[in-house]
């Protein structure tokens, strides 16, 4: 069963836009990751946020982590179309090993 | 450097046939996870072993899955009778420790079609 949903579930925007991508959680978690997946090629880590965190930056993405209201967001800024992919929140649970949680995915489209 | 591999990256089977997913971890990996990801969902979890022994296998969908890493490295899964509903992405992913905090590497996943 998946744990997290994604919203929206496709984006499409142009190029030096901003995507901000939505997931929402039912259980309590470890940590809430966020992966990238390119058609065709594997997944592909991009940040961990951690239960005790609120935010968190990684270059042109943005994290926040609301454990209150089990939510959490990515942005990416200054969009390009490399970024076209599938973008899928992950959410760690509290077991001494993590076996990851993932949502449905948003599917983003970054138009030249 | 190496990165998580699987073989083979396609493969086609009648139902019924038996079939055998392989990942190469990246070396010196303790823990490794595989993954099933059916058509415009996320991965979800099968199994988890760490080093040879397979602490997890509660999100293996029947008795017709079976998965091994008998030294601790190189991991098989195993499909049984293949039936249509099969038919997904296998990935298979390995991290250093396993631990709460971990990196989960991703390999390219193994795309199964039962016909």
């Known amino acids: 069963s998946q744990q997290g949903e994604e919203d929206p579930q496709a984006l499409s925007i142009q190029e030096g836009e901003n995507a901000t991508m939505n997931c929402s959680y039912k259980?309590?978690?470890?940590?809430l990751q966020w992966y990238r997946q390119n058609s065709g090629r594997g997944l592909v880590h991009l940040i961990l946020?951690?239960?005790?965190?609120r935010e968190k930056h990684s270059g042109r993405l943005r994290v926040t982590l609301d454990t209150s209201k089990k939510s959490s967001s990515l942005l990416i800024t200054a969009s390009r179309a490399a970024d076209t992919a599938s973008y899928f929140c992950a959410t760690g649970g509290n077991s001494g090993y993590s076996t990851l949680t993932f949502g449905k995915g948003t599917m983003l489209l970054v138009s030249p | 450097g190496a990165g998580v591999s699987q073989s083979p990256r396609y493969k086609v089977a009648k139902r019924g046939q038996d079939v055998a997913l392989r990942c190469d971890p990246i070396?010196?990996?303790?823990?490794l996870f595989w993954y099933q990801q059916a058509l415009g969902q996320g991965p979800e979890f099968l199994t988890y072993f760490q080093n040879e022994a397979q602490l997890d296998k509660s999100g293996l969908p029947s008795d017709r899955f079976f998965a091994e890493r008998p030294e601790g490295s190189v991991s098989t899964l195993k499909i049984q009778r293949t039936q249509q509903e099969d038919s997904a992405v296998y990935l298979c992913?390995?991290?250093?420790?396993?631990?709460?905090?971990?990196?989960?590497?991703f390999g390219p996943g193994t795309r199964l079609t039962v016909l």
């Open positions: 946020i951690r239960s005790n965190e």
């Open positions: 070396s010196g990996h303790v823990s």
């Open positions: 992913a390995s991290s250093l420790a396993g631990g709460g905090s971990d990196t989960q590497y």
């Open positions: 259980t309590s978690i470890n940590n």
